[in-house]
């Protein structure tokens, strides 16, 4: 719990913030909602390297924590910003010069394209920060410090939520922006994030510290190993992204109207997930260290209790999703048909909210492990058989519209956590070496 609560705590705001982003867009119409939405979904390529990266940092940094060597876990970390910094560069730039090609390519319409664009070439000058401090949130993770992540989210999250009343909306003299102004907001709060959590670290005001010097060079071994754990998770997000492009090109299929109500549902069911998110973080910095320390029993233990108490937590919240869909809804909109679309959603998500706590534990005790590549392999038999496939049979072959993808995602969940629970329950991955 101790581990888990900042995270928990850290998500919560984040997606308190996202609501109230949302919201705020959504009084904006429909347009800007959907060319939002759909302006993320390149993305997820980008941030799948990144966070495959983390994954490994994570992983390393617990390892090495575990076992009483803080140094090297520094050490890790440094090369990890670093590599981020340089990577970070050369993916994001591409992204501003073909912003539009890249909303065109989602199957936005042609007034989605151009608000989905001016979002992406303004949101663009943060990324390399929010990447940043990605990287630097799972070291200190992996550290045991779950709580300097969360002091600079919940900062983060709070001037976001302030300078997108200020810039969307034209308040304390400035102009309104509308979409431009969310992401100017979002790239200033995010950039300065980044920096805070770099120069905490730097200064070693954090649970985790190494020099500036050790910016100057990169260290291929320590890379190399890094990049072990690290590039099956990269491949599981790069999956994960590229089904997410093709179910959100197929929920686009339905018109602005049915992808509008999917975003805004996909918004407030994230609020749901976050215990999960909490305690799949603490499964993979105990599971980590304790193997780092050489006790792969304790490490058993930890990951299945993280798992049960996720479970019950997310259950509760699972209830709500049954109960009142149509408030959680009426928090971002007042369009009826939005509203009622995605109140079918989260009532198809509620009862798989246990399946989906399942799925983020095990998959985070795993991933703590290093067996990362198992599961990738097991990310790839749920999205592409679950969420894919039957969202593609649902929808295009079958007609069943916006709730039809809703039950694929459900589906994807039950498929990855049965699989995913078999794999800790054997045992091989504490075997596995980092």
């Not at 984040?14 to 867009?25: E, F, G």
């Not at 992983?59 to 910094?85: D, F, K, M, N």
């Not at 998770?233 to 049915?258: D, H």
Request: proline residues 3%; charged residues 10%.
């Amino acid at each position: 719990m101790s581990l888990a609560w900042p995270v928990m705590l850290e998500q919560v705001m984040a997606s308190l913030t996202q609501i109230v982003d949302m919201v705020m867009i959504g009084h904006l119409g429909p347009v800007a909602v959907a060319g939002i939405g759909l302006s993320f979904q390149p993305f997820f390529f980008v941030f799948a390297v990144f966070s495959g990266l983390a994954v490994g940092t994570t992983a390393l940094v617990a390892r090495h924590t575990g076992a009483g060597r803080g140094e090297e876990a520094g050490h890790v970390a440094a090369q990890s910003v670093l590599v981020a910094l340089l990577l970070g560069l050369a993916l994001l730039i591409p992204g501003y010069v073909f912003a539009d090609d890249l909303v065109r390519l989602m199957g936005a319409e042609p007034d989605v394209v151009q608000v989905g664009a001016v979002y992406i070439r303004f949101i663009v000058p943060g990324g390399v920060f929010m990447l940043l401090a990605m990287l630097l949130g799972g070291a200190l993770r992996g550290a045991g410090d779950t709580q300097t992540p969360m002091r600079v989210g919940i900062l983060i999250n709070i001037s976001n939520v302030v300078l997108n009343y200020v810039l969307i909306f034209g308040r304390l003299g400035f102009p309104a922006l509308g979409v431009k102004g969310a992401a100017i907001a979002t790239s200033v709060s995010r950039a300065s994030g980044g920096l805070i959590l770099l120069g905490l670290v730097i200064a070693g005001r954090a649970g985790l510290s190494f020099r500036a010097a050790s910016l100057r060079r990169l260290d291929f071994p320590v890379i190399r190993r890094t990049l072990a754990v690290g590039v099956p998770a990269a491949g599981e997000r790069i999956i994960m992204g590229g089904a997410q492009i093709l179910y959100a090109r197929i929920v686009a299929s339905l018109g602005t109207v049915a992808y509008a109500a999917h975003a805004i549902a996909m918004n407030a069911e994230s609020v749901a997930y976050m215990p999960a998110m909490g305690f799949a973080t603490a499964a993979s910095t105990t599971v980590g260290q304790s193997l780092g320390s050489d006790r792969p029993e304790t490490a058993e233990r930890y990951g299945w209790e993280c798992g049960r108490t996720a479970m019950v937590f997310m259950g509760a919240m699972g209830l709500v999703l049954l109960a009142i869909p149509h408030l959680l809804m009426r928090l971002y909109t007042t369009d009826p048909e939005v509203i009622r679309l995605g109140s079918i959603c989260l009532r198809i998500m509620g009862p798989a909210q246990v399946a989906q706590a399942a799925g983020f534990v095990f998959g985070g005790a795993l991933r703590g492990a290093g067996d990362t590549r198992r599961v990738m392999y097991i990310t790839i038999a749920g999205v592409w058989t679950g969420r894919l496939g039957l969202c593609a049979l649902l929808i295009l072959r079958l007609g069943v519209g916006l709730g039809g993808a809703w039950i694929a995602m459900a589906s994807d969940w039950v498929i990855r956590s049965s699989l995913l629970i078999a794999r800790f329950r054997g045992g091989a991955w504490k075997r596995v070496r980092v």
